[in-house]
């Protein structure tokens, strides 16, 4: 939003500095972009009905535009201002230009044919022709002749035909002798090899001569030779007229009409099914719902395909058809693109996951889209030249002509084949794209119900075209998809089928989240994380969507799918780690039930082996070296090495200087001293080098023989343990490998551990922790000045600690090693902890002083926390303490507790006739105990004993000062009345009072009775309530009342859950609760709606039959309808108050802030207003 808003400012800011320094030009300019404007947007009109006009308005606005460059006279180019003559030329070419540009884009659409050939069909029909004597190679090149003949790129055909008007009409009629007295079989070829759409686009119905001859050629293919058309030329024809477009010849719609009538059964869905599998943007929703614009022809057409489907299906339950409907399963399957297709990357608006990089196909989709097309019933693999049912519906909008829609179509056409070289989609697929005005809402507002509303209305309008199928759709919860997916199962039921939504953001946050709506609905959407989990429900249901070797199969490509992700496009190595380990997850689901019905199980995605063997690497463990990788698991088999940074240190050093002495070998100065004749031997029985000490040597054996050096250069004596040899730097680069006696050597303990590999980073040398040199004492002056710097140890036995796994006293302490025992407080252990984990417990001067006098145990183990069976009064009612804390035989402060009481609530009773047990700390149950809240001591502790906690926390009385000054903040302001109806986490409910003393609500929870026949009572704050709304009711939309009537809901106010109903049948105002508010109506009564009969008047509502009776106007006749055969007048028109973040800023920027909005009954406070009060 932030982008948007800044690019529209500097949008505004260039444009006042364009106008500043151009004004004419920069008027002119504009004048025509915004005519340019109004001419997309306005597909509909008629100067788009033919391409001609087209083309005349491309060149007119060129010809405007040039003569503004080059005549304005503040423009940057005024050629015309210099020269008159070439300014005049230099815009007759710019228009010219533009009109060859025009022509030369709309014949090679023109002539694009449609790919849907089979393989192997025209070769073999090519042949069978030829053995026939049918001489049908030359009639295409007759055809093909004749076309270029007429079609001439540089001269619009207006022009030509002018010119040569006879030689023209005689090719036209060559053209069409050929199609007359052709055989059905070289029709057939004629029709699916010849450029069909430039055909009828060059071919012109003279009318000055009498001549139609484009009328007479479309005659002849739609209706006179129509019956011996295969369907996949009745499919060429359909396209033709399109590419023609169909208001360019007034009948047009009539031979769509007789081409789609005289079609029938199974031959009518696959007519359709090609239509929609042609890859472009003329697919059959355009041409039923978009091209034809005769409202009697369109219902004609959708009439005879549901006959036809109806006689489809009893076909198949009286099991008289033909093979051919056996051999199928007859579902669509519709998907939305972004985020369920392939992963938007997060980048805004098109989705929000981020789990992928972008653009990156999810693994597996594509074989679930092949899986569950294929089905469950004929062959058990794709065939190779069978068209597929996909189809997608996008959020993306439509613009103008097919711009946006061939960006998603080049895509689908690129994922016909993997990079891999595998194949990709299995058919080609239809596209239903979105509206401008939905994506607006979604971008300024952040409203996902009008992109639900858009995609359900798509898909409303395809079932109307394909009834006899039914239709699964896959989608993701980022936008209003799963809300798209209800109000499909509401609207068909029968042919929807199922609904797969990918999780890209959490479940519960999912626009139209209603678990318990859908339940009631029968909608049992699945949510999966990957598409081996979809595959898997997808064969578990009853009846299942496909098999099992198709969920094997889903599987199979996911892996492969996942392994040709090229490692650039991951955005860390961590990434693609957690995906690969969420895929064998689920793969290992699937395995778990493939292998019990009988299958072998799908491999697992193997990791990359980043650490090399013996490679060192850091761990959240410390050091280690890496000994195994399992590929599977992602797992690495180290070897821990725990030993003292001291000695990893003396090693790393030593390996660093072994380096550079390799690098840079040392040569004496001296010549005798280079003179060596023998080399020293090392034996061992491991046979392993490991440098490290990664190896625990046993009975290690040195043999050394002395070298020749001068006596100079010869060590004095040998160090204990150690064998010294000639040459100082060889014994420095091996003094570790041939230590014979020391101590610690033989006690080393490698540990071994599997790690996953996104904790394991590159080895560092190991740094030694600096020492805080400071006392870090109260009172400096007390520290000794001249004591010196000296090792002592700092933990003696039966000190008090603190540490990472709770309280402690210090048993032991090992000075060498520098390792404290201690012993845990609360549980049966001790742990071995270094120094830095271990904190000493201080006591400040005078409480070590005086502690035997201040510090007495007085506590008793019959005493409260101690005993079980003490009253206490919770803030939930009261109870028994049932599990005491634990006596403990160290006395610690009131602040280092960490042991929990058990307090069995008395005042509430379970079905099981137990009562709930909650649990808190000695400290707060010592608070409603005592009904003191966070007081201070009592005054039995002594001046001393005060004194020295001073000392020993000089910070404890901030808590006093917060505790002061928190009295002075006045009591919490109470939002939901007492009474209120809420919706809470644990279902609806009542607000029964407010504490102020802690901000808290008591609410009874509705659905919560128990043994004693009361409700259960919840205690929340108010971030965990919200106001209850009638199931299924917005405001401002119509709504059923309990007491029979009518009305709008006005309004619900939140502090009290009332809500407010219009009933303008009977000039009432109700407030009502929700329980009130039956259900939600399409319109009230009294209320203007709009039929397909015209507009009417809502007289009554028929519960019993969920019927509407309408009193049409003008008609003197009454109508009953269901509710999704009309719609309520104004719906969509509703004046918004609201603001939302740009649409604020940019009301503040673009207009004028005194408009009010008129004649509104809606306060600022969402309440109703008489509408008395607002006149005077």
Known sequence: MLILLTLLVSLVLLLLALFAYAPIFCSCVLSLLYTLYFFVANEEHGVHHAQESENRFWTIFAVLLATVVFFAKDSPIPLGNWSPSLGFVSVVLSGYAMHTWDRIVHRRDLSRQVSLRRAGTATSSLTRLKDLGIPVEDQLKRINGCLAAIDKLLIPSTINNYINQRFVMSKEREIISIFEECDARALNYLVSHVKLGLLFYKIKDHNNFNSQHRSEIIQLLAVVRLPILTVMSRVIVLHALQLMKLRANPRAEYWVRNVILNTHQDDLSELKTLTDAKGDYFCMNKLIHDDIKSETTRQEILTHIRKEAIIQQNHVLMRTKKKKRKIQSWRKVLSDVDDTLCSSGGSYPAGIDKRYPKKVVYPGVLAFYRELDLGTEGPSQWPENRVGNLVFLSARPHVYKDVSEKINHAKFARLRVKPDGRQGLHTTPSLLAGDLASGTEYMMRNDMEPLALKKFDNFKRYVAIYPEYRHCFVCDNGQGDVRAGEMMLDAFPYEFEALYVHVVKDVSKTHGYAPERWREKGLNPCFFRTYPEAALDATKRSPPLIRIEGLRRVCEETVQDFISIENKKWQSHKQAAARRMELNQNLWEVNNYITSKGLDPVPMIKAEQVWSIGEKVRTPYGIARIVDFDSVHDLYEVKLDWRPLTKQLEEHLACEEEKREKKTPRRSKNPESSITALETVVE?????????????????????????????????????????????????????????????????????????????????????????????????????????????????????????????????????????????????????????????????????????????????????????????????????????????????????????????????????????????????????????????????????????????????????????????????????????????????????????????????????????????????????????????????????????????????????????????????????????????????????????????????????????????????????????????????????????????????????????????????????????????
């Open 684 to 1176: 061992s029985e491991e046979h392993e080098e490991e440098r490290g000490g990664n190896v625990e040597p046993k009975n290690k054996k040195v043999v050394a023989v002395s070298m020749l050096t001068p006596p100079d250069k010869r060590p004095d004596k040998v160090a204990s343990g150690q064998l010294r040899v000639g040459m100082e730097t060889f014994r420095d680069s091996i003094a570790r490998d041939i230590t014979l006696n020391d101590s610690y050597s033989d006690s080393i303990n490698y540990v071994k551990a599997k790690v996953q590999s996104a904790l394991i980073s590159k080895y560092t040398p190991p740094i030694l922790p600096t020492v805080r040199q400071s006392s870090n004492q109260l009172f400096s002056f007390w520290t000794p000045k001249s004591e010196p710097a000296r090792k002592v140890a700092i933990f003696k036995a039966g000190e008090q600690c603190k540490t990472m796994y709770g309280l402690g006293i210090v048993e032991d302490y090992e000075e060498q090693r520098h390792i404290v025992i201690v012993k845990l407080v609360g549980w049966n252990a001790k742990a071995f902890l270094n120094e830095e984990s271990v904190e000493i417990v201080s006591k400040g001067i005078f409480e070590s002083l005086f502690g035997p006098f201040g510090s007495v145990e007085t506590t008793k183990l019959h005493d409260f926390p101690h005993a079980e069976g003490t009253v206490i009064k919770t803030p939930f009612g009261e109870g028994k303490v049932v599990r005491p804390s634990p006596a403990s035989t160290t006395k610690f402060s009131k602040d280092e507790g960490v042991s929990t009481i058990g307090i069995s609530l008395t005042n509430w009773t379970l079905g099981n006739n137990s009562h709930p047990v909650i649990y808190c700390t000695v400290e707060t149950a010592q608070e409603w105990k005592s009904n003191k809240g966070k007081e201070s001591k009592t005054s039995s502790d002594g001046i001393l004993s005060a004194f020295g906690n001073l000392l020993s926390k000089p910070f404890r009385g901030s808590r006093a000062l917060s505790e002061k000054r928190s009295a002075l903040v006045p009591a919490a302001e109470q939002y939901y009345k007492d009474g209120a109806a809420v919706s809470t986490s644990f279902g609806p409910g009542l607000v029964k009072r407010f504490r102020e003393e802690d901000e808290f609500y008591e609410v009874a929870l509705m659905n919560w009775k128990l043994a004693n026949g009361c409700f259960a009572k919840a205690i929340l704050r108010r971030d965990g309530i919200s106001h209850r709304l009638a199931a299924g009711c917005i405001e401002g939309y119509s709504v059923l009342t309990d007491l029979g009537l009518s009305g709008t809901l006005a309004s619900v106010d939140p502090t009290t859950g009332v809500h407010i109903v219009t009933i303008p049948s009977a000039g009432l105002v109700c407030y009502l609760q929700p329980d009130s508010v039956v259900r939600p109506l399409k319109a009230a009564v009294g209320e203007e709606v709009l039929t397909a009969y015209g507009d009417g008047k809502m007289f009554k509502y028929h519960i019993e039959s969920d019927t509407y009776e309408i009193a049409l106007t003008g008609w003197n006749a009454k109508l009953y309808a269901k509710a999704e055969t009309f719609d309520r007048a104004g719906d969509g028109t509703q004046i918004r108050t609201d603001t939302f973040g740009i649409n604020w800023l940019l009301n503040k920027l673009f207009f004028s802030s005194d408009k009010s909005v008129p004649e509104t009954t809606r306060s600022r406070s969402n309440s109703v207003v008489s509408a008395r009060s607002t006149t005077k």
